[in-house]
Each structure stands twice: as C-alpha cells, then as structure tokens.
C-alpha cells in the first residue's frame, strides 16, 4: 500500500505560503517545529501525519497546481483577495 508523507511545494516565501494554506486547509504547524519568517522551509501538518511542505526556489515565477478540497477554502480565498 502507498502511503503519503509530504507534498513538496516550490514557492518563493516558505513562511507565507505555510500561514495561507494552514487558514485554508486547518492544518497546524508542528509544535515542536514551528514557522518563523526567513527559515528555510515552512511545514504544515494534517492530523494524519501528512505534510505541506513549502520550499523556497529562485524562480517564483514557475507555475504549479494544488488541486484541495478543504472546508475552509471558500472563506480563505475570498479573505485573500
């Protein structure tokens, strides 16, 4: 059986991209990792064990696709805009 682990995410701000898709997807940092801005990675966790984790690339312009369903997602993403 397949098990997943983490889901990698190249972005340009680690810190930022974690505090966003924590508020959508109601992951939680780990207490015992949390996120601070200018670490090297951010890190989200579902109550599964599964990771979000969000590495920094020099090129932000490189598109990705995250397809989620989440129940918070709507609110989320109108409070973004």
Known sequence: MLTIRSI???CADPYRQALFW?????WREDPDDPN???????RIVDD??????FIPVP???T???LSLTAP????ALRASH
């Open 8 to 10: 990698t995410v190249d």
């Open 36 to 42: 601070h801005p200018g670490d090297p990675e951010g």
């Open 72 to 75: 918070k997602a709507q609110a």
């Open 59 to 61: 090129d932000s312009t």
């Open 63 to 65: 598109t990705g696709f």
């Open 22 to 26: 924590s508020e959508v997807t109601g």
């Open 48 to 53: 599964h064990g599964i990771n979000l984790l």
